[in-house]
């Protein structure tokens, strides 16, 4: 059974509803002993600040975190955030991370100059262009990667939502992402929220998940939870995945979180 939840967002962001105490409640409902807070982080200089908090508001997080940890004492509940990789905003990151006590760091690619990776609506009519914007996502997740911001790889292949027809290049791109994931000393998150959204299966799927294992990767579980109905979301589903592609539960061998991964012969 997967105990933990590292995946959860909260109204700070400004697309999520309930209070973050809905969260806590639901995650004790579903039996888990641990859940992580993963906000989407603020960026100084306001870069976009649509999807997320405004700077000044981290602490009011922080600070909400550490209060829902006196509350409810019976469960573990960790300081996360989801920080998306944009080139030269390292900085922001760094001193987020300096100031406050964050205690994991899950890397994502949202948006890549202005535009969403995903959600497009439509691709581009010509598929060297759309080809094009697949290896982009990939050159950018191997760049925050390498950058050591992070401790793990949000929703690896997410790009699938609107390019279905570039399994095999993602797949190819997944397996050398993996390679830098390696020599990081990352994990990387089984993510059901694409069971919710338009590619109908988890980030990452099946295949690269195996791949995943081949490497030694651990993997931490995350709903991605946008409302508290969503905590632990299909986690028996991601659960028989992770099974079915050779990964044990191994106790906490991501940084300090629980993941599972196939410990060595
Ligand atoms: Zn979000
Ligand atoms: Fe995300
Ligand atoms: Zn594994
Ligand atoms: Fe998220």
Redesign the pocket.
């Known amino acids: 059974m997967i105990l933990a939840d590292y995946h959860i967002?909260t109204t700070l962001?400004r697309?999520?509803e309930g209070e973050m105490e809905a969260y806590v409640r639901a995650a004790r409902r579903n039996g888990l002993k641990e859940i992580g807070f993963s906000?989407?982080a603020p960026v100084l200089d306001q870069y976009d600040p649509v999807?997320r908090m405004a700077w000044e508001e981290f602490p009011v997080y922080v600070d909400a975190v550490l209060k829902l940890r006196e509350t409810y004492p019976d469960i573990t509940i960790r300081l996360g955030v989801?920080a998306d990789y944009y080139p030269g905003f390292e900085h922001s990151l760094e001193t987020l991370l300096r100031r406050y006590p964050v205690e994991y760091v899950i890397g994502s690619v949202h948006f890549m100059d202005g535009e969403a990776v995903f959600r497009r609506g439509d691709t581009f009519p010509d598929p060297k262009e759309n080809e094009a914007f697949v290896r982009k996502y990939f050159d950018r997740l191997t760049r925050g990667v390498q950058s050591g911001l992070f401790d793990v790889l949000a929703h690896t292949d997410v790009i699938k939502w609107d390019f279905p027809d570039f399994g095999e290049l993602i797949e190819a791109s997944a397996a050398r992402l993996f390679e830098s994931v390696v020599r990081a000393g990352m994990a990387i998150e089984l993510n059901t929220s694409g069971l919710r959204k338009k590619p109908r299966e988890m980030y990452p799927s099946f295949r690269i998940l195996e791949m995943a294992c081949r490497s030694r990767i651990p993997v931490v579980p995350g709903s991605?939870a946008?409302r508290p109905e969503e905590v632990a979301a299909d986690f028996k589903k991601a659960m028989d995945l992770l099974n079915t592609c050779g990964h044990l539960v191994s106790g906490r061998s991501a940084g300090n979180l629980m993941a599972f991964h196939q410990p060595p012969e």
């Open positions: 967002h962001c697309h999520a906000d989407h999807h989801e991605d946008h």
